[in-house]
Structure formats: C-alpha cells, structure tokens
C-alpha cells in the first residue's frame, strides 16, 4: 500500500519518515531543500495515510504561499535569516483543547483536572504563546515557577509530562517540526518527596480495631482497604453492588465507571474478602441507602478521592500514626503476601499492578479460589 508513495516515504530503523522536495519557486523560504520529518509509526497504511494527507496539505498551502509570498503559517516551515520569521498560529491554549478532544476521550474527569490545571500553570507562568514561541528559557522558568509554588520532584515530573506530551502531540498531529523545548529539563525529581513506609503489622491492627469501635463509613473505608490493598480511589468509587457476599469466596469487583475510571487495564480485578474487610463490606451492605458504598464521596459524574484522602490521613494523624499514609496499606499489602510465601504474579492480580512480562498477560489470570487461599493466610 506504501508502493504508491515510495518518493515521499524512506525507512530508518523500522520507523517511517516523509520527504519533499521544496519546489523550486518556494526555495527562498526555506533553508532546506527538503522537508524531512519521522511519521513516527511502523505501519505501513498508516504511513501512507499521513502521507496522502500531508501531500494534500502541502497543495493547499504552497498555493497560497504562490498567491501571496509574504503569507507565511508556519506549518512545516523552516524560516530564512533572510526572510519574515515563522511562526505557528497555535496557541497552547488551542493545542490544550485539540489535546483534551482526542486524547481525552473516557479518560474521566480527573486526566481533564490534570490538563486543565497544567494549562494555568503554564499561563500563568510563561503566558499563552504560540507554540513556536516558546523557548528553553521559557521552559526553564516554568520548571522554576512549579518548584517556587511548592510542588515536589514528583509533582514537578507529572506537570511537565503532561506539557510534554500536549506539545507532541499537538507536533504530531498537526504535522508540525517545532522543538520541545520543555524535553530534557535538568531539576531533582526527588526534591521534598519522603518515602512512603509500609504500615507494621502491629499498628494494621490497632488501627482495625479502632475502625471496628468508631463503626462509621469512614472507618468502613479504611477497614476495606487495610485488608484488600485497594487504591482509596478504587475503594471510594465502589458500587453496592461491587461487593458480592452471596458467593463461595466472598469478593469486592474492582471495575471502571463513569464517575470513577481505573488506573490502568490490569486495575480490573476480583478481590477476595477476607479479615476488616469481609467486616466492613457486611456493615456497608447493611446500613447503606445509596447506590454508592461511599455517597458521601461520589455523585455521578465524579469519585472526590482527594478529599477522602485528606479526611482519613488526618484521621491516622489524630490517632498516633502520622508516619504513614492510607497508601501505606497499600505497601503494606505487597508486604503481607510476600511474608506468606504469595507467588508475586498473584500478588500483582490481586493488588491490580502492571504485568512485568508478555506472558503474564495471556489467558485470564488466577482464579479467585486461588487468590483467596493466599489472602486468608493474612488473617
């Protein structure tokens, strides 16, 4: 399918790239004589699908170029010392929406707050330039301006990810060869980031029994996790009828939803219950009224994860453990199976982490017996 564009297209180490000669009445503005850029894919159909549109776009474009010299858009244009300076008419404001439009898509509302909350900094850091307009010192100031606020190495390193890929992507779809500036930006990743130490065996249970006296919803959510290693997201967007008791092995279904999407694919899983947590779902099934095993965390557009977590650490500080975290039972639960011997691939479908090999992704996992042979030895 490639054959019909063989003159626009080579391959350099299995990744397509296309090529064009300038015509020769368009020389003057451009430096070189040809356009080169990587289509960054090692499909062939779909290399000569962006081939076939970018040679369509080009048509478009050096006609007008012809109609009027001095018109100059930036796209795909390498500007002369000798001639007007180009620069694309893009906003990053612009690139941001294109972003959320394509990339967006059932990524729930927590990616669109990440974005969005990415663009103000941005704005309100270096301005909404035209992406050809940014330069590495302004790259540079926006890494000083996120440190100066008061965000960690970690946060830092999110925030820029996201200015990254909006700023690829914005290159890629649109075709365009600008610099990313904000790649390769020197800073302490680890600046202000303390390490999170798994919760001793001793303080899970002391903190249980307390959940278990205080017997109230928060207390219910911290049960639940304590003993199934749950993402307090995951937990806190929990339906009802997410939690099968009516079961041999007892369990709480951990699936996407509208208000709530999941980490990744593998944070789909069947949990068996077993310990506080076979507690706490008996007092969410008998006492909730809503379809929300935690209404007061969710509606149905939104799971409010951030403020439960800020309610329950608070919590842990009051009663004597301010030293960990609720993901700390989630360090904890890695731990606990690995004290008793679990296999690490059942520890990794049970806890929802990323398979290490191909292998482990094929066929459809332990069985839920299986998984719950091993978290009864916990208790």
Known sequence: ???????????????????????????????????????????????????????????????????????????????????????????????????????????????QKSVER??????????????????????NSFRDYLFKKGLKGSSVTRVITIVKAIFNFANSENGLNLKNHFCGLQYDRFAGVGSREPILIDDIRVIQKRCMEIDDELRWLIALISDTGMRLAEATGLLIEDIKLNT?????????????????????????????????????????ESKFAFPRYNTSTFTSANT???????????EGFGQYTMHSFRHSLRDRLRYVGCPSEITDQIGGWSNKTVGQSYGNGYRLCDLNMWMQKLV
Request: proline residues 3%; aromatic residues 10%; hydrophobic residues 35%.
């Open 1 to 111: 399918m490639v054959d019909q564009n063989r003159a626009y297209l080579f391959k350099k180490r299995g990744i397509y790239y296309f090529t064009r000669r300038i015509p020769s009445d368009l020389k003057d503005l451009y430096k070189a004589e040809r356009l080169t850029y990587s289509l960054r894919t090692k499909c062939p159909k779909s290399a000569n699908k962006q081939v076939k549109d970018t040679l369509g776009n080009l048509k478009q474009y050096w006609a007008r170029l012809r109609l009027n010299n001095d018109l100059v858009s930036g796209k795909f244009l390498i500007p002369n010392t000798n001639k007007q300076k180009a620069i694309l008419q893009i906003r990053f404001s612009d690139a941001v929406k294109q972003y959320l439009e394509i990339k967006g898509k059932n990524r729930g509302v927590t990616f």
């Open 118 to 139: 990415t663009t103000k900094y941005v704005v309100a850091s270096i301005g909404d330039k035209d992406l050809g307009s940014y330069t590495r010192t302004n790259a």
């Open 248 to 288: 041999e092995v007892p369990y709480v279904s951990v699936r996407s939803h509208s208000w709530r999407p999941l980490k990744t694919k593998g944070s789909k899983r069947d949990i068996p219950l077993v310990g506080k947590a076979m507690w706490s779902a008996k007092r969410i099934k008998e006492m909730s």
């Open 308 to 318: 439960a977590s800020a309610s329950l650490n608070k919590w842990l500080r009051s």
